[in-house]
T-cell receptor, first 110, second 112 residues
Framework: RKEVEQDPGPFNVPEGATVAFNCTYS??????FFWYRQDCRKEPKLLMS???SGNEDGRFTAQLNRASQYISLLIRDSKLSDSATYLC???????????FGKGTTLSVSS | DGGITQSPKYLFRKEGQNVTLSCEQN?????MYWYRQDPGQGLRLIYY???????QKGDIAEGYSVSREKKESFPLTVTSAQKNPTAFYLC???????????FGPGTRLTVL
């Protein structure tokens, strides 16, 4: 099993749609979880951390299920500007480094 | 402005040449990281440093070298021993007590 797995997509949705991305991770000892956003040919930027209780930031909601080792990101009311690749990230067992998924590509169209 | 800078943005190298990529941060972060990203792939860790004068190999360190003489700086040298050096190189830093990493704009290295 890969350390962090994501559906690569692409997810093609119209403006205003709700879209959900899923991610699974293999290391049950991971303690830190994040979603990063990466625009084409740019650096990744932190979108949000993911907490055990789930957390929301505007149109974005992140959920963590430790028992299933599963992380999700929900985007409501999609905007054209949401088009990007979304990277699921967890820390390694030693807590010394982050492990990045390959990303899920989202394309929002008008 | 606080942040992480990488230079150059684009770099071309002939086969057999070593090249050094610059990474500087003024965020007062202790930890710094170098990643490589290939098209359609995730980020892979090359080297990281959690404190000045100390660094550790990541998953793909072969053909690369680093130094950490100053807190602000973490240069990466791509040596001629690296078989497929053409890639997008990203530097990141992380504050003490957090796992949140912040990235520089990256350097695109092309070997001709």
């Amino acid at each position: 099993r890969k350390e962090v797995e994501q559906d690569p997509g692409p997810f093609n949705v119209p403006e205003g749609a709700t879209v959900a991305f899923n991610c699974t991770y293999s290391n049950s000892a991971s303690q830190s979880f994040f979603w990063y956003r990466q625009d084409c040919r740019k650096e990744p930027k932190l979108l949000m951390s993911v907490y055990s209780s789930g957390n929301e930031d505007g149109r974005f909601t992140a959920q963590l299920n430790r028992a299933s080792q599963y992380i999700s990101l929900l985007i409501r009311d999609s905007k054209l500007s949401d088009s990007a690749t979304y990277l699921c990230v967890v820390n390694n067992q030693a807590g010394t480094a982050l492990i990045f998924g390959k990303g899920t590509t989202l394309s929002v169209s008008s | 402005d606080g942040g992480i800078t990488q230079s150059p943005k684009y770099l071309f190298r002939k086969e057999g040449q070593n090249v050094t990529l610059s990474c500087e941060q003024n965020l007062n972060h202790d930890a710094m990281y170098w990643y490589r990203q290939d098209p359609g792939q995730g980020l892979r860790l090359i080297y990281y440093s959690q404190i000045v004068n100390d660094f550790q190999k990541g998953d793909i360190a072969e053909g690369y070298s680093v130094s950490r003489e100053k807190k602000e700086s973490f240069p990466l040298t791509v040596t001629s021993a690296q078989k497929n050096p053409t890639a997008f190189y990203l530097c990141a830093s992380e504050g003490t007590g957090t796992d949140t990493q912040y990235f520089g704009p990256g350097t695109r290295l092309t070997v001709l």
